[in-house]
């Protein structure tokens, strides 16, 4: 039997031990005994975010019996949803006194129980595994993310994931003691490793797990061949790095690749020897050419700049700021930009100097709600084009286009004050992170186009090779790239909200391309990656508007042409209705 068998039988087996409802017990449950307030919110499981991330590693700590159906609980109103790597459910709570809720799952049952400022889940007698610790919950709601835009099957996965790919790697190494330098982005983008294109951490849920219980990093290659699998190890600085390979087994007296992993002889050691920090004086934060304040200063870094800590001085420094005394050291640091510098693409570190560092937070533990962030997380820099779209076209009269276009709204919200100019930012505010979008020059500039409600996005445009349309959403913050728009239109929705196409028109190339977007199945967001498109000759398109949720109309002619007194002008306008087939 393969273990992907074995993994599905296992996986029914725990799901058929699992009860199909938990019962409440309403009738223990008395009117002055409502759920408490104060236990609003989410609550993290201790014994494994902080273990994991006190010792480095997850495999050590996966099989713990909450983490199967509670690493993080969300409480709300009278009930409360557990999240675990194999069980997620929503119940509505069964209040006792100090007892919050009761569990009767894997390893259970267990008691859930209000201590002070912690929950603690305590296993109850008549267990078949007894489990004597007592498994601590503190306040989470910087993992409130977590439990948002959840996965289809193991609903919190790849949000676990991205967590520990940003809290355990993401960071700037040394390659092999040499002076190549690998970097981890918390996005799980992966630069320095040839032919190496994105990394993540193995998070072991579900049941199938054929790596011998190591932790493992996967490496997703940038030709989007076969994945490669390594063994992570920390040692202080250092990180190692061992290849993973398929291990001999004997078959019919062959032998042949089994399907566990085990341990090979290629290794990589990376050294951990660059922090990476940001500025987080509200004013900007001066460095000096030498350590100390009476040193010369050179510029000044903006709120928010991202920063290498390149050297750490014993020099103390301290400073009073509102009643209270900032302490810490003078650090030597590089940067891409200073308050005079918006040139972010390019991101040489050609700016270096000494900084105090009362002024400085960790990558790890910034707080991107109130630090503004140069860079954004960018999901979809990898696009798949769907299939041809195919409509059927007819013409139409001007007053039938007019009475469309009446009918039509495309609601986008527009703030005078985010307009760019050369030298300055856009200034974005998402719920997650503020971002500073440069404008360099103007032909190198991020243009604010607008908030759509239908879409919960902000546009912004970014010219820096071709006016290319980027989708920051206002909740997570996520930025999602439009490759159909490209010297284009911002998205036109439905009136339905389910669907919605953006266009381009090249008097150059004297063609027109309409892509046609639609809502995931889940009906909760759009795969801004995948669409369908439609290209011609025949026209270019000057105006869109939607009829209903399988019809547009256009605007269109034949573009700019001179006349007999050399005067430029459109040619040939006419309108059109469009039916999607």
């Given at each position: 039997?393969?273990?992907?068998?074995?993994?599905?039988?296992?996986?029914?087996?725990?799901?058929?031990?699992?009860?199909?409802?938990?019962?409440?017990?309403?009738?223990?449950?008395?009117?002055?005994?409502?759920?408490?307030p104060s236990l609003t919110g989410i609550w993290g499981l201790t014994h494994y975010f902080d273990t994991i991330l006190a010792h480095r590693e997850i495999a050590a700590y996966r099989t713990q019996p909450p983490t199967w159906f509670a690493l993080l609980l969300t409480i709300e109103?009278?009930?409360?949803?557990?999240?675990?790597?194999?069980?997620?459910?929503?119940?509505?709570?069964?209040?006792?006194?100090?007892?919050?809720?009761?569990?009767?799952?894997?390893?259970?049952?267990?008691?859930?129980?209000?201590?002070?400022?912690?929950?603690?889940?305590?296993?109850?007698?008549?267990?078949?595994?007894?489990?004597?610790?007592?498994?601590?919950?503190?306040?989470?709601?910087?993992?409130?993310?977590?439990?948002?835009?959840?996965?289809?099957?193991?609903?919190?996965?790849?949000?676990?994931?991205?967590?520990?790919?940003?809290?355990?790697?993401?960071?700037?190494?040394?390659?092999?003691?040499?002076?190549?330098?690998?970097?981890?982005?918390?996005?799980?983008?992966?630069?320095?490793?040839?032919?190496?294109?994105?990394?993540?951490?193995?998070?072991?849920?579900?049941?199938?797990?054929?790596?011998n219980n190591l932790d493992i990093l996967t490496f997703y290659p940038a030709n989007k061949g076969q994945p490669e699998w390594y063994n992570w190890v920390f040692e202080g600085q250092k990180l190692t790095l061992t290849e993973m390979v398929r291990e001999k087994v004997v078959h019919n007296g062959k032998q042949v690749e089994g399907d566990n992993?085990?341990?090979?002889?290629?290794?990589?050691?990376?050294?951990?020897?660059?922090?990476?920090?940001?500025?987080?004086?509200?004013?900007?934060?001066?460095?000096?050419?030498?350590?100390?304040?009476?040193?010369?200063?050179?510029?000044?870094?903006?709120?928010?700049?991202?920063?290498?800590?390149?050297?750490?001085?014993?020099?103390?420094?301290?400073?009073?700021?509102?009643?209270?005394?900032?302490?810490?050291?003078?650090?030597?640091?590089?940067?891409?930009?200073?308050?005079?510098?918006?040139?972010?693409?390019?991101?040489?570190?050609?700016?270096?100097?000494?900084?105090?560092?009362?002024?400085?937070?960790?990558?790890?533990?910034?707080?991107?709600?109130?630090?503004?962030?140069?860079?954004?997380?960018?999901?979809?820099?990898?696009?798949?084009?769907?299939?041809?779209?195919?409509?059927?076209?007819?013409?139409?009269?001007?007053?039938?286009?007019?009475?469309?276009?009446?009918?039509y709204e495309n609601p986008v919200h527009f703030d005078s004050t985010k307009t760019a100019q050369p030298g300055k930012y856009v200034v974005i505010q998402t719920a997650k992170f503020q971002y500073k979008l440069p404008c360099v020059i103007q032909w190198q500039c991020y243009y604010y186009a607008g908030y759509s409600p239908s879409l919960r996005a902000y546009y912004v445009w970014n010219t820096r090779e071709i006016a290319q349309l980027q989708l920051i959403d206002s909740l997570t913050g996520i930025t999602h790239i439009l490759h159909s728009s490209e010297n284009g239109s911002i998205p036109f929705v439905s009136k339905e909200g389910n669907q919605f196409v953006t266009y381009a028109a090249s008097d150059y190339e004297g063609t027109s391309r309409v892509a046609l977007y639609q809502r995931a199945d889940s009906g909760d967001s759009f795969d801004y990656r995948v669409y369908d498109q439609f290209e011609t000759t025949k026209w270019l398109i000057q105006q869109l508007v939607w009829v209903d949720e399988k019809t547009f109309a256009m605007r269109v002619d034949d573009g700019h042409v001179r006349d007999s007194q050399e005067e430029w002008g459109r040619k040939n306008e006419r309108y059109l209705k469009v039916v999607i087939q």
């Open positions: 039997m393969n273990h992907f068998t074995l993994a599905l039988l296992l996986l029914g087996i725990l799901q058929s031990c699992q009860p199909e409802s938990e019962t409440h017990q309403t009738s223990k449950i008395n009117a002055h005994q409502a759920t408490d109103g009278d009930s409360i949803t557990s999240h675990g790597s194999i069980i997620d459910r929503k119940k509505r709570i069964d209040m006792q006194g100090d007892t919050v809720h009761q569990y009767d799952t894997y390893g259970g049952p267990w008691a859930l129980v209000k201590a002070g400022e912690e929950l603690h889940l305590v296993q109850q007698p008549g267990a078949e595994r007894p489990d004597s610790t007592i498994y601590r919950y503190r306040r989470r709601e910087d993992l409130r993310w977590m439990t948002e835009n959840l996965d289809k099957v193991h609903k919190t996965s790849s949000h676990v994931t991205q967590y520990f790919n940003e809290e355990l790697l993401a960071g700037t190494y040394q390659l092999n003691d040499s002076e190549k330098l690998v970097t981890f982005y918390p996005s799980g983008d992966l630069t320095g490793i040839e032919g190496i294109a994105s990394f993540a951490v193995d998070n072991y849920f579900g049941t199938s797990h054929p790596f992993f085990e341990l090979g002889t290629k290794q990589l050691t990376l050294t951990q020897s660059l922090q990476v920090a940001y500025v987080t004086a509200p004013n900007g934060l001066s460095y000096r050419k030498q350590p100390g304040i009476d040193s010369k200063k050179l510029g000044t870094f903006d709120l928010g700049t991202k920063v290498y800590v390149i050297e750490k001085t014993d020099i103390p420094f301290a400073i009073e700021e509102e009643g209270r005394t900032i302490s810490g050291h003078w650090v030597k640091v590089k940067a891409g930009t200073d308050r005079t510098d918006t040139e972010y693409w390019f991101r040489p570190l050609k700016y270096t100097g000494y900084v105090f560092d009362g002024y400085l937070v960790d990558s790890v533990k910034a707080d991107f709600t109130k630090l503004p962030r140069f860079e954004r997380d960018s999901v979809d820099d990898k696009y798949v084009e769907g299939g041809k779209l195919s409509l059927r076209v007819e013409s139409i009269d001007s007053s039938t286009f007019a009475t469309y276009q009446k009918a």
